[in-house]
């Protein structure tokens, strides 16, 4: 792990947006990271509802993986 990403805000909503935000920001390189998938996973609805499970990542997006 090269650095982890925490946000507080008082709501759901403050905390996506912060988060989103700081994503866009975030510069590492020359290396490849995961936050490109952290930033999809702020566009998706079942995961903005808070409607995940463990495998929720693998059936969104395991086959584009492959």
């Given at each position: 792990?090269?650095?982890?990403?925490?946000v507080?805000?008082?709501?759901?909503?403050?905390?996506?947006?912060?988060?989103?935000?700081?994503?866009d920001?975030?510069?590492?390189?020359?290396?490849?990271?995961?936050?490109?998938?952290?930033?999809?996973?702020?566009?998706?609805?079942?995961?903005?509802?808070?409607?995940?499970d463990?495998?929720?990542?693998?059936?969104?997006?395991?086959?584009?993986?492959?």
């Amino acid at each position: 792990m090269i650095a982890k990403l925490l946000v507080h805000r008082p709501t759901r909503v403050q905390a996506f947006a912060a988060m989103r935000r700081a994503l866009d920001e975030f510069v590492i390189s020359p290396i490849k990271t995961t936050i490109p998938l952290a930033r999809a996973l702020l566009d998706q609805a079942d995961f903005i509802k808070g409607n995940v499970d463990t495998n929720f990542i693998e059936r969104t997006y395991g086959q584009q993986s492959r």
